[in-house]
């Protein structure tokens, strides 16, 4: 009679033939390559279109600036919000059906990444069974001498199958992690396109309401228009004057620092900040240099909205860090951008402070009483003197006007 170990054997062989079955095949199954995205037609057409009004908005900037194409520029600016909108909501409907194709594959892998492993440990344990049977056994166990032969290859063979099935238990491992890296990096984009959707959403009821306020303020009238560019000029022309003469001098400020309180002194219409940013010829203590205007848009960074607009008015969007603090709250909303005639951003502080964009010596400055009568003569409310903040960083200045007024000025 055949030792216990060998009447067992052919059904031991047949075992690891089933359980490499599932080693080899189930594998090419769950872990091919997840499909990749394609844009559906829909978000195809957005794009051209976007890209089409960028150009057209483009193209503005080198023609007159009137008020006909300031409400043109105004009018292609709105509905270029709508389609980028439009466009990122769709790209929100494919990473998110994507996500949902990613999630099942990865339970799948999951569930057979546990039920690889359990089968590979009951492997383990028939392969430590088989290894009590020396070759002296086979050989007594076996018909002939070409059927010793052969059950000894066979063992030889599985030996070799064990390493190939824990190279691809491995491979599974890895496939299971990288699908799972990137169903996390498309959950943080799904997140952060409908961050942007809602500021962008936000942006462009602004810029509608501010076309309402831009058409009641000019009634649609060129002169109008001028006369609204002229008092821009005058504006910029009154901070200037102001900023020239240092003020008085309240000493050193570090980025971040709060340096004052959001106001509607001098011509203003409301609470804001009137941020701004020059060039200082000479940046002394005891001399006055000449200030030359800078884009505050190589400063900070705006979201859901245009930054600097060229030769035309536009607002809508959210004022970040970026090499510099932002002069309000991160976030604080944009009423007007930088362009032509107003080398400046206009935001609203969410909670009403002014922060210092940069390490630098702050001093308290304001407009004289002369230019109430230019404010009042053009139908805009006059607050009393204008106050600001000017900050010196070497050559580089930032301003900070309307603040409310300083305690004991």
């Known amino acids: ?21 599932v080693f080899f095949l189930i594998p090419l199954l769950l872990v091919s390559a997840p499909p990749k995205i394609t844009k559906a037609d829909s978000t195809t057409d957005l794009l051209k279109q976007i890209d089409a009004y960028k150009k057209k908005l483009s193209s503005l900037r080198n023609q007159k600036n009137t008020l006909a194409n300031q409400i043109i520029y105004l009018d292609d600016q709105i509905y270029l919000t709508q389609l ?4 990122k909501e769709e790209e929100i409907k494919l990473l998110s059906a994507d996500i949902g194709d990613l999630s099942t594959r990865l339970e799948r892998i999951g569930n057979f990444l546990d039920y690889q492993e359990e089968i590979f440990a ?32 066979y063992l030889r063979v599985l030996e070799d199958q064990d390493v190939q099935a824990l190279s691809d238990m491995r491979d599974t491992r890895t496939s299971f992690n990288d699908q799972k890296k990137t ?13 942007e959707v809602e500021e962008q959403k936000a942006g462009l ?30 504006e910029q022309a009154a901070i200037l ?23 509607s002194t001098g011509c203003s219409t409301g609470p804001h900040i009137h941020y701004s940013v020059y060039w200082d010829s000479n940046p002394s203590k005891e001399a006055v240099g ?7 848009c190589g400063y900070v960074r705006v979201s859901g909205g245009k930054c600097s607009s060229g030769s035309y008015f536009s607002s809508g969007g959210y004022v970040y860090s970026s090499s510099f603090r932002a002069p309000g709250a991160e976030g ?76 004991g000025f």
């Open 1 to 21: 009679m055949l030792p216990k170990p060998l009447t067992t054997l052919k059904g031991y062989l047949k075992k690891i033939f089933v359980l490499l079955s």
């Open 84 to 87: 980028e909108i439009r466009a």
């Open 122 to 153: 009951n492997r383990a344990r028939l392969a430590y069974a088989s290894d009590q049977l020396s070759s002296f056994d086979i050989v007594l166990g076996a018909g002939n001498l070409d059927d010793a032969l052969r059950r000894i290859k």
């Open 183 to 195: 169903l996390e990096n498309e959950k943080a984009d799904v997140e952060q396109l409908k961050k």
């Open 205 to 234: 009821i602004s810029q509608q309401n501010s076309k309402r306020q831009f058409l009641a303020e000019t009634r649609g009238e060129e002169a109008s228009y001028r006369n609204l560019l002229k008092h821009l000029e005058e």
């Open 241 to 263: 004057a102001a900023l020239r003469s240092k003020g008085y001098r309240l000493g050193p400020v570090k980025k971040g620092d709060p340096i004052a309180i959001q106001g």
């Open 290 to 296: 000449s200030l030359s205007a800078l884009s505050p």
């Open 332 to 407: 604080s909303y944009l009423t007007q951008s930088y362009w032509a005639y107003h080398r400046a951003l206009d935001l609203v502080s969410r909670d009403g402070t002014v922060y210092a964009s940069a390490n630098g010596v702050a001093s308290i400055v304001n407009d004289g009483p002369s230019y109430g009568a230019i404010c009042r003569s053009r139908g805009i409310p006059y607050n009393g003197l204008g106050y600001g903040i000017r900050v010196d960083h070497g050559n580089i200045v930032t301003s900070y006007w309307h603040i409310k007024k300083p305690p």
